[in-house]
Every structure is written in structure tokens, then in C-alpha cells.
């Protein structure tokens, strides 16, 4: 397929859209956040540990209303406060399904969606992206954080959600987002792609990794670009970020600047490592790769980044 030049230009990422007022301030207000709850228009999103649940039939709407919440067996005890929208005033919460995918399948009532398909598909507006983000984080936390992890006593949400209090050592749990650092390191006329092996076939991307305690967002670049490459980095530069919530990640995109060129590849993260001049890339971009190398989709950041490097926009 030959990509028509509207088409090479970079379009938003997802997750960054998220418009929600979280009200932080009110979260420990019991009757306020109950009375949100109970009104007609407020919409909760459902969620599995990896899916997000939803009505089938007319118009996709990201969340249900109480009642049918609650006929679907809901989680009502521990609903999570997402916020309000700004534009009509309507409460948004979050709360789990105790049950499998397989199992809520069967329902023909109901499309069960991964929100990596959603936000491929652009099948809900910015806004509505972001908040699907914000709930799939915070109920993936939850599912996931159950048990005090200093006394091991089950833990009891809290704050409309966003801690969990244990009643038997009153330790306070926090839910997590993990930053991870994510760059394009050029040497001026090429940039540095990876394979890892767990995306589709063809795709590369550029290097990323999990930030570790203790290092600045530069440390981090140039750990991971060795571990994965060998390619030393002099100059880093953070330039955007973007929730990435599979399942809590914070994506620190960076352009880093190669002070080697030598690649060697000393862990497994990556199945094959190459310097790329634009020409490749472009052809990457366009689909005409001889070998059928890609750049990933467009949602991500490392798409921002390769066309960002591909444009002299960064
Ligand atoms: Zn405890």
C-alpha cells in the first residue's frame, strides 16, 4: 500500500486526552461521592483484569448506569471515583466484574473490548479514551493489590479509590504508575530501531525500558539503550510523555544522541537491533520496506518519536 503524504502525518496519541475534573479534594467526602453514585446520568465503567466491558446494541457508551452496573454483578463495594466531565457535570466511576472473559462472552448482551483495539480503532473521542486510561489503570491496581503488603491482611479501598487502607497494620497503599523511558537514539542520519520479539511480525520500534529507583530519566536512556544494543548515549532529552495503561505505565519519550555505533546486543530483550537511515524509515512508514519492516501504529509514542525524527521535528 502506498501511503498518501495526509497519511505519514503523525496523528494524536492516544491516552492523552483524558478531560476528566478528579475532584481530589472531595474524594474522602462519603456522602458527596454516594450521592454522585446515585444519580440517573452518572456512568460506570466496567472492567475486567485486561478487558473493558460494554453494552451492545446502538451507540458504544463507556460506561452503564447504575442498575445494570449491578445486574451484571458488579463490584459495588469498592467503586472508583474517575471524575467529572467538565462539559455536562456527569459523574464518571469505575468498579470490577468478578467474572472471566469466557464467561461474560456468553452474555450476547455485551462486547468485551481490549483498549488497545479501541484506541486503534479511534472507536471512542479523546476524551473518553483518556478516562477508559484512567479506569483500566486504577481497577488493574486494585484487582491486583488486594492484600496488605506489609502484614498481608486484606486491604479496604479508600479516598474513592485511590488508596487502600489495611485494617490490621494501617499501612497506606498507593496505586502505582511505572514510568518507563522510551527514545529515539540517532547519530545524526540514522536512528536506532529494535525488534523486540513479543510485537507483530515486521515491526520495529525504538528501544524502551523500565525507568529503576534511584536514576534520573538520562541514567535510565543510556542503561537501557546499552543493555538492549551497546550503543552508547551522550545527550538525552526528554520531549513528551504519554500514560501508557498496560496495566500502569508512565512512557518518557526521549531523543538521545549515539556516542558509538557498534551495536551488540547483550540481554534478550531484542530479536534484532539496526541503524536505519531516513530512506528506510520512510519506506517503513510508506509499507514498502523490501523485507517488510514497519514502524508501530500511530497511538503510540514511538510512533511520535520515529516520525518526529523522520521530520526534523525533534
Ligand atoms: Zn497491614
Known amino acids: 500500500m502506498q501511503a498518501s503524504a495526509a497519511s505519514l502525518q503523525a496523528m494524536e496519541m492516544s491516552f492523552l486526552g483524558n478531560t476528566l475534573d478528579r475532584q481530589s479534594t472531595r474524594r474522602d467526602d462519603k456522602p458527596y461521592i ?12 466496567l472492567s475486567t483484569d485486561r478487558t473493558l466491558v460494554f453494552s451492545a446494541g446502538s451507540e ?5 448506569d447504575l442498575e445494570a452496573a449491578k445486574s451484571l454483578g458488579a463490584n459495588t463495594e469498592e467503586m472508583v471515583f474517575l471524575g467529572i466531565r467538565p462539559e455536562t457535570g456527569q459523574a464518571l466511576f469505575a468498579t470490577t466484574l468478578p467474572h472471566s472473559d469466557e464467561d461474560l462472552e456468553q452474555n450476547q448482551d455485551l462486547q468485551i473490548l481490549d483498549l ?20 483500566r489503570a486504577l481497577i488493574h491496581w486494585h484487582r491486583t493489590h488486594l492484600f496488605c503488603s506489609q502484614c498481608g491482611v486484606k486491604s479496604e479501598m479508600a479516598e474513592a479509590g485511590y488508596r487502600r487502607d489495611c485494617p490490621s497494620c494501617s499501612a497506606p497503599h498507593f496505586p502505582r504508575t511505572d514510568p518507563c ?14 525488534r523486540p520479539a ?36 551522550g545527550e538525552v532529552r526528554l520531549i513528551s510523555n504519554q500514560p501508557w495503561p498496560f496495566p500502569a505505565n508512565l512512557m518518557l519519550g526521549c531523543v538521545g544522541k549515539a556516542t558509538s555505533r557498534d551495536i551488540e546486543i547483550e540481554d534478550d530483550e ?7 537511515d531516513r530512506d528506510e524509515v520512510l519506506k517503513m512508514v510508506k509499507d514498502t520496506h523490501p523485507e517488510g519492516h514497519k514502524i508501530p501504529p500511530s497511538i503510540s509514542i514511538a510512533y511520535e518519536l520515529i516520525m518526529g525524527w ?3 521535528r525533534i
Open 60 to 64: 458504544l457508551k463507556i460506561g452503564h
Open 181 to 194: 523511558v522510551i527514545m529515539l537514539i540517532s547519530d545524526g542520519d540514522r536512528a536506532l530501531l529494535g
Open 270 to 276: 531484542l530479536e534484532d537491533c539496526k541503524w536505519c
Open 198 to 233: 513479543r510485537l507483530p511480525e515486521g515491526i520495529y520500534t525504538t528501544l524502551a525500558g523500565f525507568m529503576e529507583p534511584g536514576e534520573t530519566i538520562e541514567q535510565a536512556v543510556r542503561r537501557e539503550c546499552m543493555e538492549e544494543s551497546g550503543i552508547e548515549v
Open 34 to 45: 454516594a450521592d454522585l453514585l446515585s444519580r440517573p446520568e452518572t456512568e460506570i465503567v
Open 310 to 312: 523522520l521530520e526534523n
Open 116 to 135: 488497545r483495539t479501541l484506541a486503534l480503532q479511534s472507536t471512542f473521542n479523546p476524551q473518553d479514551l483518556g478516562a477508559l486510561a484512567q479506569a
